[in-house]
């Protein structure tokens, strides 16, 4: 048989794994469902106005969902539901780990991992030796060194630019390895959505230099904290504030954006958004008490902002009393300093400094519509796309109960999961091209020892490159948005290039011999009998950590790798043949709907 006709036998059967997805979103649902709620492309969709910052969404190609979700059973292990849904993906004894921990019932093992993985203390050792490994300087700059070394650069240094981005681009490196190899799993899914939240387009001019600080100290430094103090360190960060052009704000000409965005996407939401009304016609405004927002509320804030901006007097034109650098920096000549009404609650004028801005953030951070919204988009992320009522509540209440909580957002994440809801969600979410790449890394045992942008370069053309969403609203967690034939196509495309071994370094120099940039062994974990059949049981047990819901699919798979030459039942002896076979095969499990649903 030649080269070619195994090639057309290895695209026949991904066609039908392929197909298989599709058809399994056609297929009639058994029971009834609630419409599909799709986020907003951009906050204009919420209130109706283009919001000043968000390009103009592009067109989509409306696609049918996966498999309608089905209740975890015998067939769908909690570990495989805990590590597809709160974890990128698990590694082969990943599992076995779940497995032993202590806990009389589904509900009490979850919460014993659940411990374990909210823990800061987890050991992390073998990711912190990667990272020193790849001298990713940046990384623990202080905002002082960032300034005088990365953004107040030599211009007529030949490596200027390479030096101005290098902040950011170790940052996605490091996230590369951190995903890949961090014991702390759900730590980094929950960076990942705090990200997107609070979304910063990491290759924006101003912010770039930035990234890394805003990484480490608005976003990690949080994610397991205070949403109060969250709220309060994104708002005050260098990258946000040149992202929104919140810079720029001042008395005669406040800058609506970052206001917007900060209610509309950051605390209330469009949930709560109530229209455009007169403030003291809405129920509780007397009493400082409402229920949402309206337009003014945006610009009053908009006001409270002004004069919030960065110390960046680089070239000394504005004067020896404004700073230069690169730090938050507030700027009383640029504060609107008259009364303002935000929310029925009525800021002074000629407060302190910042106080009116932190009014504002504190009054946000502690209403119920935050509440609400924010424990939405987690139970979104961590359950369905259409998140059940019991976990809202759940996470809502969590959320108003520990408001000064340190551990705030850890207990809201605790109480959304340690619903029945996510006990019987499996199915209910399928993986975005990001949870595709690296859960298949993962299922492989891969390592990646030194991470470099031409895996970004991947994710891009899947169309979710890390902390590149250009957009305020970040990723969207829906279906919809990834369930297209070219989502799905581009994802198959990296799942067959890594299962080969063909995602590699470039090397300009000598492009033959580039460095494959995973490694995984694909003979070791082979059964012994080596035959076909055996191999189709084995590997997919080991990717998806369950047998193949499907015999066919299984006896499929087993006449792939047998082609002509070997029986179902015939032992395969040679491994150069399993080098050749196996990696065909294992790209036709990752595009099955067993491992494209979590």
């Not at 101005?164 to 961090?182: D, I, M």
């Not at 953030?361 to 924010?374: C, F, K, S």
Request: aromatic share 10%; net charge negative; charged share 25%.
């Amino acid at each position: 048989m030649s080269l070619f006709t195994e090639r057309r036998q290895l695209l026949a059967l991904a066609a039908t794994a392929v197909g298989a997805t599709v058809v399994a979103g056609c297929a009639k649902p058994p029971v009834e469902t609630k419409p599909l709620e799709v986020e907003p492309t951009s906050t204009s969709e919420a209130t109706g106005r283009p919001s000043a910052n968000t390009p103009a969404p592009a067109p989509t190609v409306a696609a049918p969902p996966l498999a309608e979700a089905s209740p975890v059973t015998g067939d769908v292990p909690l570990g495989v539901l805990v590590f597809n849904r709160l974890a990128f993906g698990p590694r082969p004894t990943d599992l076995e780990h779940f497995a032993a921990l202590p806990g009389a019932g589904p509900r009490e093992q979850l919460a014993a991992w659940l411990d374990e993985q909210l823990d800061p203390t987890l050991d992390d050792a073998e990711l912190e030796g990667l990272l020193a490994a790849n001298n990713l300087t940046t990384l623990t700059k202080t905002p002082k060194q960032i300034w005088e070394e990365h953004v107040n650069y030599d211009p007529d240094n030949d490596e200027a630019w390479k030096i101005y981005a290098q902040p950011g681009s170790e940052a996605r490196l490091a996230a590369y390895l951190r995903v890949v190899h961090s014991r702390r799993q759900l730590f980094e899914v929950l960076v990942d959505f705090w990200h997107n939240h609070f979304n910063v387009y990491g290759p924006h001019d101003q912010a770039l230099p930035y990234f890394g600080l805003y990484d480490r100290d608005a976003i990690r430094a949080h994610t397991l904290g205070n949403f109060g103090a969250m709220l309060s360190a994104v708002a005050r960060h260098p990258a946000m504030l040149y992202y929104l052009d919140q810079y720029t704000s001042q008395a005669p000409r406040p800058n609506e954006n970052f206001a917007r965005e900060l209610l509309e996407l950051h605390t209330l939401g469009a949930m709560n958004y109530l229209g455009v009304k007169d403030p003291t016609t809405i129920d509780g405004f007397r009493e400082g008490e409402v229920g949402g927002y309206v337009d003014n509320d945006v610009y009053e804030a908009a006001r409270a902002f002004s004069g919030w901006r960065v110390g960046d007097n680089t070239e000394g034109w504005e004067g020896e009393h404004v700073p230069a650098n690169g730090e938050f920096y507030y700027h009383a000549e640029w504060h609107d300093r008259f009364n303002k009404i935000f929310l029925g609650r009525i800021l002074a004028a000629d407060q302190a400094d910042l106080a009116d801005g932190e009014q504002v953030l504190d009054l946000l951070a502690r209403h119920p519509g935050t509440a609400r919204h924010i424990a939405t988009k987690l139970a979104r992320r961590l359950i369905a796309d259409d998140p059940p009522e019991e976990a809202v509540t759940a996470g809502a209440e969590a959320f108003l109960a520990h408001l000064d909580a340190p551990d705030q957002l850890a207990q809201v994440v605790r109480a959304i999961v340690l619903t029945d809801a996510f006990l019987t969600s499996w199915g209910g979410k399928i993986k975005r091209p990001l949870e595709t790449a690296f859960s298949a890394v993962r299922a492989l045992d891969a390592r990646l020892e030194r991470p470099t942008d031409d895996l970004t370069w991947m994710l891009s053309r899947m169309g979710q490159p890390m902390f590149e969403h250009i957009a305020p609203n970040g990723y969207a967690d829906v279906r919809a948005a990834w369930s297209s034939t070219v989502s799905v196509l581009t994802r198959w495309q990296f799942t067959a290039m890594l299962a080969h071994g063909w995602i590699t370094e470039w090397n300009e120099k000598d492009p033959d011999n580039s460095r494959p940039l995973f490694t995984f062994d694909l003979i070791g974990p082979s059964p012994e009998s080596r035959t076909p059949r055996a191999l189709a049981e084995a590997w997919p047990t080991r990717l998806l950590g369950r047998p193949l819901q499907d015999a066919e699919v299984a006896q499929d798979l087993a006449r792939f790798v047998a082609g002509e030459y070997y029986g179902l039942d015939d032992p395969i002896l040679d491994d150069e043949y399993l080098l050749w076979r196996l990696p065909g095969m294992i790209n036709l499990v990752f595009m099955s709907p067993d491992f494209l649903l979590r």
